[in-house]
Nanobody
Framework: QVQLVESGGALVQPGESSRLSCEAL????????MGWYRQSPGKPRELVATIATAGGSAYANSMRDRFTVSRENAKNTVNLLINNTKPEDTGIYYC???????????????WGRGTQVTVSS
């Protein structure tokens, strides 16, 4: 069984940085793309960034300047760094990954339970 566990969400003041991590645990043969999504209050869940196994990344247009996604393949971990945080960054950040659980199996999409980031003075 596979699960994604996020960490790092917190209350931060505007202008500070926030770093989130997500570790994939369980029976894992291979992890393809990993990424982060955000659900802000009153809004639908939206893509923040994705990153491929080899490290190529893609961002939502509004996230390019202050968000950096990275991954540590040896640790089955994906990270998200938010620089110069703003109140509009407030939301629940969800980890997402396409994981092949065993050799020969098809990849399956998994979600974490989310971690809350609140940006407020």
């Amino acid at each position: 069984q596979v699960q994604l566990v996020e960490s790092g969400g917190a209350l931060v003041q505007p202008g500070e940085s926030s770093r989130l991590s997500c570790e994939a645990l369980g029976s894992i043969f291979k992890i393809n793309a990993m990424g982060w999504y955000r659900q802000s209050p009153g809004k639908p869940r939206e893509l923040v960034a994705t990153i491929a196994t080899a490290g190529g990344s893609a961002y939502a247009n509004s996230m390019r300047d202050r968000f950096t996604v990275s991954r540590e393949n040896a640790k089955n971990t994906v990270n998200l760094l938010i620089n110069n945080t703003k109140p509009e960054d407030t939301g629940i950040y969800y980890c997402n990954a396409q994981i092949v659980p065993t050799a020969g199996a098809l990849p399956k999409t998994y979600w974490g339970r989310g971690t809350q980031v609140t940006v407020s003075s």
